[in-house]
């Protein structure tokens, strides 16, 4: 990032590749900002040197950019903190690809901070934290609507999550809903309850809660996420 941090940064794991001359990196963001971002690595790299980046956020689309490394900080010992991970700093150079949807991402963020993780599916997320909601666009079905009235999930967390429904559930209702994965289309069932009706602006729906928390459960659904599981 800009080493006089003149942009808030906001914690936020995207689906990261890195170009530098014919070489490229699959990575992970670690924070962003309106102007830049933090990318996760343990390899060696150089200050001022010019990359191209390519960002996917959580809906599928994809930012470009040129980009400078401003920042380095090394490997100090054979596992990164949590909250300061080697990695490099880059600040935007240029045109941004995509300049209009990045902004509006990063505008999210400020409204809610408490979105440490934001990850595009299949995103390499090197730390989890049994508290972070995922801001995460799924498709979701209840047996009793039609497929035409389907649903999209807003965040996940390992307790449940957020879906975007005029439909007004009561508060304890169980039911069975289907995630729908957006590659493969592929169906998962989850047994949730209903915990809370939700509206925000520009936000009207449910949290829900998983009714099995099991580390099993946890485990068949961080793989059918593409999710590193949480160990602790």
């Known amino acids: 990032m800009d080493p006089n941090r003149r942009d808030q940064r906001y914690r936020a794991s995207l689906a990261t590749r890195l170009l530098r001359g014919k070489s490229e990196m699959q990575l992970s963001t670690h924070n962003v900002s309106f102007r830049g971002a933090f990318l996760q690595t343990r390899a060696p790299t150089t200050l001022r040197q010019l990359v191209r980046v390519e960002l996917t956020l959580p809906d599928h689309h994809v930012v470009r950019a040129h980009a400078m490394i401003v920042h380095v900080v090394p490997p100090t010992s054979p596992e990164d903190e949590p909250d300061h991970p080697s990695g490099i700093g880059l600040v935007f150079w240029g045109d941004v690809a995509g300049q209009s949807?990045?902004?509006?991402?990063?505008?999210?963020?400020?409204?809610?901070?408490?979105?440490?993780?934001?990850?595009?599916?299949?995103?390499?997320?090197?730390?989890?934290?049994?508290?972070?909601?995922?801001?995460?666009?799924?498709?979701?079905?209840?047996?009793?609507?039609?497929?035409?009235?389907?649903?999209?999930?807003?965040?996940?967390?390992?307790?449940?999550?957020?879906?975007?429904?005029?439909?007004?559930?009561?508060?304890?209702?169980?039911?069975?809903?289907?995630?729908?994965?957006?590659?493969?289309?592929?169906?998962?069932?989850?047994?949730?309850?209903?915990?809370?009706?939700?509206?925000?602006?520009?936000?009207?729906?449910?949290?829900?809660?998983?009714?099995?928390?099991?580390?099993?459960?946890?485990?068949?659904?961080?793989?059918?996420?593409?999710?590193?599981?949480?160990?602790?």
Not at 159 to 173: H, K, Q, R
Not at 189 to 206: A, M, N, Q, S
């Open 101 to 232: 949807r990045w902004d509006a991402f990063i505008q999210e963020l400020t409204k809610d901070p408490s979105l440490r993780v934001v990850p595009a599916p299949g995103a390499p997320l090197p730390e989890r934290r049994s508290s972070s909601r995922f801001r995460l666009k799924l498709e979701v079905r209840l047996p009793e609507l039609p497929e035409t009235l389907a649903l999209t999930t807003r965040d996940i967390s390992e307790e449940g999550m957020s879906v975007a429904t005029d439909a007004n559930y009561p508060p304890g209702l169980k039911t069975r809903l289907l995630l729908i994965h957006p590659a493969t289309a592929e169906p998962f069932p989850l047994d949730v309850i209903v915990r809370r009706r939700i509206k925000e602006p520009g936000f009207v729906g449910l949290g829900v809660e998983f009714m099995d928390k099991s580390k099993e459960s946890r485990s068949q659904l961080c793989a059918f996420l593409g999710i590193p599981e949480d160990d602790s």
